[in-house]
């Protein structure tokens, strides 16, 4: 159990900057997913706490005590890789066992078996215990990796992507069982990955990383109903937001260069906008919609049928726009439709910064 | 203007069977997409209609004439691979124009050929380049364009955007998707990706272990499996499958799962159409989507109460785990419709969404309510 806390830190490889002026605070028990893409600076935040770097400035804590001097054993966290690293000649009983025979833990036969016991069956995976880890399935040895997290009963977890090299229904299937580990440990977990699905579905709290920089920070519903700039909105969120550009005038969207028009209906967000400000319009795909008298023409350009529903591809000039469809609609390549906008939901972003005006204040 | 069909195809690697007893025709102009995951035989399927594999049973037929005996070159078929195997020496005129070598075509008819279908796949201002300098998206057009540039009968495709990132791989698909509109041959499509072959297919070809488990349009695929393997391969998330007792209980049937006491109300008509499927309680199994499992904040006629498990919210929507007794149900609700962890809810199956399974044979009863 702990709370962490990252303050001010910069870390730099030679002349790159993998991490400038981050701050990050992650509370006792809380579930808190890193996002970013290849490069971002996830892993180096992760290696930071786990101690396994050392910042070029600024300071980590765990539960308030600056760790700078401590050592990655000393900080008592578990690190769960992509990689499973498991000792293949080993049974998975004895690959649990592991962490915990070290001569500087000096843990108890009795205990030693309590521990191990309680992990399997946490993890659903009592059935395996004396099998050799070679002949495990990915998601069973990955399941083995946090087993051997677990039995140490360290203060914070730290998973680097754990579930990227599972296959899709794997992935879905072990993302809620790794919740639901989360919750019934109560254990604080920093989880890292580019799958923004995964960061949606599993976090308490969802950091976005872009370039060494943490954009945003919220629960899953804040970045996704009020991202905080445009990196955002293209990146959380699948499919990703529409983002065109344009300006408004007399309350309605006109979105360039003399494509279309829609309403617009920011209520008193709105005022004080100048009708000549270059703007970015976002709107969600399911907040845009097919309809026979919609006040915009458009031909479909691609249809994404995901059985449940469909995602159709809009084209209006060069602009595209995606809507989502209930399953049932029929649509043809090339076929023209009407389509209108929920003008109430419609996010406004700076053209030449990015940034929401509703977070530029 | 091709059909092709197979019959009673059988192919062997050594004691391992991976392709058994396998029957199908595809019409003229057919999009045809070979489904399902890898080792499941739909590469050796479409290598084996290229000529690029023998088989050891059965008829391969184009046109209606069979072909299993004739070389790759002489089936008059194009194939995309992958891996883009441009030359890299050559620039993409010359790449898009190699198989016209051999056909002594004109030299002025080679160029008016490459440059039409330079221009359909978008790449004239490409031709003088060299692969090296495309990217991956463009040297997979190129590709492409070698490929159509014969006016093969009939165009393979083997996982052809796999290669590529989420994005380029979303754009190339709707292109392939268009080209084929526009061009209009019979095209043999291999993929792992279900959405891919939902969004593409005119007719999916589902395989699992060498053995075809379902032909059908994404419409049919996706509403009416025929087996529990294609019930869970198509859709996300996973359908719900759960073991069922059925009881007729004055004018209605009832559905448990999770032992008893928790039973969904369904027509009287079920029971009727079990009997008639012979389908017995103790190999009984419903499936039901997410989006079948409908969810109501108060108690309401028909509902049975529940508790919300894990959430998770995917944006647009959300996910939920219901257990009703000792069975997990996945909900797709509005997102936010469910607060958390614990919440006492109501919930209640879609007849006309529910699946029956036998359990045994994995077949679908084919109830439909």
Excluded at chain 1, 33 to 41: F, M, N
Excluded at chain 2, 165 to 175: P, Q, T
Excluded at chain 2, 178 to 192: A, D, E, F, N
Excluded at chain 2, 346 to 359: G, L
């Amino acid at each position: 159990m702990a709370h962490i806390e990252l303050r001010n830190i910069t870390k730099t490889f030679g002349n790159h900057v993998a991490l400038k002026n981050l701050d990050l605070d992650i509370a006792d028990g809380e579930f808190f997913v890193l996002l970013g893409e290849t490069g971002a600076g996830k892993t180096t935040t992760l290696r930071l706490i786990a101690g396994l770097e050392k910042p070029t400035a600024g300071q980590v804590f765990i539960d308030g005590v600056d760790v700078a001097d401590w050592g990655a054993a000393e900080r008592d966290v578990a690190l769960v890789l992509q990689q499973y690293s498991l000792y293949p000649r080993y049974t998975v009983r004895e690959n649990l066992e592991f962490p915990l025979k070290s001569k500087i833990r000096r843990v108890g036969d009795e205990e030693i078996r309590e521990r191990v016991a309680r992990a399997a069956k946490t993890l659903r995976i009592e059935h395996l215990m004396e099998r050799k880890t070679d002949r495990l399935s990915g998601g069973e040895m990955q399941r083995v990796s946090i087993g051997r997290a677990i039995v140490r009963k360290p203060r914070v977890f730290l998973m680097d992507e754990p579930l990227s090299a599972l296959d899709a229904k794997l992935r879905e299937a072990l993302r809620t069982e790794l919740k639901d580990l989360q919750r019934r440990l109560g254990a604080t977990f920093l989880f890292v990955t580019h799958d923004q699905i995964e960061a949606m579905s599993m976090g308490d709290k969802v950091g976005v990383l872009n370039h060494g920089k943490l954009i945003q920070t919220g629960t899953p519903k804040d970045i996704y109903d009020n991202p905080h700039d445009t990196f955002v909105a293209s990146f959380v969120g699948s499919p990703p937001m529409n983002l065109m550009e344009g300006r408004l005038a007399g309350g309605r969207a006109i979105v360039a260069p003399k494509t279309f028009e829609l309403p617009y209906d920011g209520g008193a967000k709105s005022g004080g906008i100048g009708d000549d400000r270059a703007l970015t319009f976002g709107i969600r795909p399911e907040d845009v919609s097919l309809e026979s008298d919609g006040p915009v023409h458009a031909k479909v350009h691609d249809v994404e049928n995901h059985g449940v529903e469909k995602i159709v591809t809009l084209r209006v000039g060069d602009t595209t726009l995606r809507a989502t469809v209930p399953a049932r609609t029929e649509l043809e390549i090339d076929q023209d439709v009407r389509f209108a906008w929920n003008p109430k939901k419609v996010a406004l972003f700076d053209k030449a910064s990015g940034v929401s005006l509703r977070h530029a204040g | 203007m091709t059909q092709i069909e197979l019959r009673g195809v059988q192919k062997f690697f050594g004691a391992v069977q991976v392709i058994k007893d396998l029957n199908l025709k595809i019409d003229t102009n057919e999009f045809i997409v070979l489904l399902g995951q890898s080792g499941c035989g739909k590469t050796t399927t479409l290598r084996a209609i290229a000529g690029l594999e023998t088989i050891d049973e059965g008829d391969i037929l184009i046109d209606g004439q069979p072909v299993q005996h004739l070389k790759a070159a002489d089936r008059d078929i194009a194939m995309v691979f992958q891996s883009f195997s441009l030359y890299p020496h050559m620039t993409v005129f010359e790449n898009v124009a190699f198989p016209l070598r051999a056909t002594r075509m004109s030299k002025a008819d080679v160029d008016t050929e490459v440059r039409a279908v330079a221009k359909v796949l978008q790449i004239t201002h490409l031709l003088n380049k060299r692969p090296s300098a495309l990217s991956g998206g463009d040297m997979q057009r190129v590709a492409i364009g070698r490929a159509l540039v014969r006016r093969p009968k009939a165009m393979l495709m083997d996982e052809p955007i796999g290669a590529l990132d989420a994005k380029l791989r979303e754009e190339m698909r709707a292109e392939i998707k268009r080209l084929h509109l526009k061009q209009g041959s019979t095209t043999i499509y291999v993929t792992h990706d279900q959405i891919e072959a939902m969004s593409l297919a005119d007719r999916i070809v589902i395989m699992h272990e060498g053995v075809l488990q379902q032909v059908g349009s994404p419409q049919e695929v996706y509403a009416h499996p025929a087996n529990l393997f294609v019930a869970q391969f198509v859709g996300s998330p996973v359908m719900n499958i759960a073991t069922a007792a059925v009881s007729m209980v004055t004018s209605a049937t009832q559905v448990a799962v999770g032992g008893e006491g928790h039973a969904f109300q369904f027509p009287a008509a079920l029971t009727g159409q079990l009997d008639a499927a012979k389908g017995e309680n103790g190999s009984l199994a419903m499936g039901i989507r997410p989006e079948g499992v409908l969810v109501a904040r108060e108690s309401r006629e028909g509902y049975l109460p529940v508790e919300a498990h894990i959430i998770e919210p995917l944006g647009s929507y959300d996910i939920v785990d219901l257990m009703v007794g000792k069975q997990l149900l996945r909900a797709r609700t509005r997102s936010g419709y469910v607060s958390g962890p614990g919440e006492r809810v109501w919930a209640r199956i879609d007849p006309s969404q529910a699946h029956f399974f036998d359990t045994v044979s994995g077949k679908s009863l084919g109830v439909r309510l």
